[in-house]
């Protein structure tokens, strides 16, 4: 059974930055990892960013540009860089790790979530 454990999130104003970790109980180097975010006009979770066992990211297009996954495989740690943060970025973040890419919500480990507030 995989842990997940968010930190790092506040509120900021808009075109701040944000750093959220996520640590991994498990072993983050063969797991695939991701963040996703419940926002108050969204009923699911939308997928943001994903990291696989080998590095390679994918992102969602209104994230693009602007939020940097990464991992540190000695740490067991998740991180999602975020910057220029705009108000729609509000919601809650939540680290979710699946066996394989892409992550299935539904068979997923989840984190607590933490929360992401963008002011004007």
């Known amino acids: 059974q995989v842990e997940l454990v968010e930190s790092g999130g506040a509120s900021v104003q808009a075109g701040g930055s944000l750093r959220l970790s996520c640590k991994v109980s498990?072993?983050?180097?063969?797991?695939?990892l991701g963040w996703f975010r419940q926002t108050p006009s969204e009923k699911e979770r939308e997928g943001v960013a994903?990291?696989?066992?080998?590095?390679?990211?994918a992102y969602a297009n209104s994230v693009r540009g602007r939020f940097t996954i990464s991992k540190d495989d000695t740490e067991n740690t998740l991180y999602l860089q975020m910057d220029s943060l705009k108000p729609e970025d509000t919601g809650m973040y939540y680290c979710?790790?699946?066996?394989?890419?892409?992550?299935?919500?539904?068979?997923?480990?989840w984190g607590q979530g933490t929360q992401v507030t963008v002011t004007v």
């Open positions: 979710a790790a699946d066996h394989s890419c892409p992550i299935y919500r539904s068979r997923a480990s």
């Open positions: 498990g072993g983050a180097s063969r797991l695939c």
């Open positions: 994903q990291i696989k066992t080998d590095g390679t990211t």
